[in-house]
Nanobody
Framework: QLVESGGGLVQAGGSLRLSCAAS????????MGWFRQVPGKEREFVAS????????YYADSVKGRFTISRDRAKPMVSLQMNSLEPEDTAVYYC?????????????????WGQGTLVTVSS
């Protein structure tokens, strides 16, 4: 129901834009976001956005470099990633929850995409 695209290989300092397309219009009223995961580590919150698009939330590690946005007409959410660092290398997952409030814990989210790999070379 959530399909990510836009991952790939980029050099440090470069940019990538991830997109997530939802299969049903009901996702336009869901809180949506992005997590990432490195093998052997827990899934980590990256960013999320309210259903209105008025409120955005970021992990400290990406604040000022990443920007989350959404198009409620489609519905779709995007993650613009600038000034990428090797530490940003991970599988990035799009996620959604049927609720109003922001959470950074992955168990609070109801729907997940398959993930897209982002590799940042040094």
């Amino acid at each position: 129901q959530l399909v990510e695209s836009g991952g790939g290989l980029v050099q440090a300092g470069g940019s990538l834009r991830l997109s997530c397309a939802a299969s049903e219009t009901r996702f336009s009223s869901y809180h949506m976001g992005w997590f990432r995961q490195v093998p052997g580590k827990e899934r980590e919150f990256v960013a999320s956005i309210s259903w209105t698009g008025d409120s955005t939330y970021y992990a400290d590690s990406v604040k000022g470099r990443f920007t989350i946005s959404r198009d409620r007409a489609k519905p779709m959410v995007s993650l613009q990633m600038n000034s990428l660092e090797p530490e940003d290398t991970a599988v990035y997952y799009c996620t959604a929850r049927d609720g109003t409030y922001y959470y950074s814990a992955p168990e609070k989210y109801d729907y997940w995409g398959q993930g897209t790999l982002v590799t940042v070379s040094s």
